[in-house]
């Protein structure tokens, strides 16, 4: 048994709380200071955590408990706190979005390559089992992706008008404080990134920007579109990711994915995977530090020739005469709270596994900057109505030195 590595926490709000819940049962970090510019929410926080509140969150840099600084404050703090963290020989915690533009971002990114400290942002959808059992099955079951759309009708209900989501200077406006999720989501299923961006926005009469869209061209022929609006009551959001592989679609129902759909055609191997994926679905959904529970299925129906041996789509020819379908369950809309506090506790426990035996992260530094860089250039197109055409991506072994 090692020590649990020592967590300071900046930033005491609601999120901070939620995630401090989902990781007290984890025997790998224990919070050891809690610091907030408002001291009395430093002071509660650090009461339910067992911990001490601190003054000021550069007094976490030479605490010798903290190994880890946990950035949990508004985003257009995170990289300043980041930088200043992995100097000071902290491994880091990022609540997304890792930085408000891309140079700061890369300056983040490029202080972590340097300190080779473990930076971890949490992009939390890439420990959600449904989008990693999707991964899975890209290229036995899942052709290309041609196609990504999200659409987001989100709720404002708890959002007051004067509250820091709104300040673009503060939040970095809803297509880098939200957007990175599924900019980053697209990266992942994509495989790829982004050659070209267009976007745009619209307000509410006072001038609150609360409608966004964007559109990214990936290389290889796959468009992905993404449209937020914060403008809904609780009972009234939706979200949908809807995936196109051509001869398979995908529904992925919740913006924390808690269901998924896939009705495709496909050919004889493809047809007796999905016959065996309802006895495979733990290894299918399987997140390391994500416990499923009983809800978590997979169900399926398989007919056999119910189509022409071939069809042809985007001028190919594809032998697909069987026509599955499959329900991907992690308990519907019902388990959503569960599903995000535990694809939390998966990122958090990918952050201990990085400290302690150096693997790289699945939602890493370069994962941080890269949903960056998309989303600020989508801010800026939406801005001044341009396309944005993005510098060619370093590869994973370049050092990181541009700012895009
Ligand atoms: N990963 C996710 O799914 C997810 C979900 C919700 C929020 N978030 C992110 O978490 C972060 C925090 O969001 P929240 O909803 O908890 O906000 P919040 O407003 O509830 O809490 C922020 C806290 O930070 C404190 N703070 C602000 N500036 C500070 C500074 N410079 N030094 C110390 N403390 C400071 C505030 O006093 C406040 O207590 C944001 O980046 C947000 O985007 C991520």
Redesign the pocket.
Known sequence: MTAPLGVGL???????R?LTRAVADLPDIRVVAV????PS?AADLAATTDSRAVPR?QDLLTDPEVAVVAI????S??AA?AIAALEGGRHVWC???LATSAAAAADVCAAAERSGRVLVV???LRYNPLLRALGRLQGSLLGPLQRFAFENDASDEDLDSGH?FWEEDT?GGILV?HGV?FFDAAHLLAGSLPEAVQAMSVSRPDGTVDLVSATTRHPGGLLAGFSHGFSHAHRCERQLMRLDHGTAEVRVEGWIPVRAVLDGWTDDAGADLVAELPQRAAELFAVDGYRLDGRAAVTVEVQRGAGATTAVGRGSTHVVPHHVRAELTLGGAAAKEQV?AES?RAAVVDLVRGVTTGTAPQSGAREGWAAVVVADAARRAAADGTTIELDPWPSATDRLVRTA
Do not use: C, L, N, Q
Not at 10 to 16: D, E, H, S
Not at 35 to 38: E, I, K, M, Q
Not at 72 to 75: I, L, N
């Open positions: 900046v930033g005491a709000g609601g999120f901070a939620f610091a907030d510019s408002d929410r969150w949990m404050t508004p985003p703090s995170h706190i609540e997304k979005p949490d992009h939390v820091w939040s404080e999720h995000y939390v």
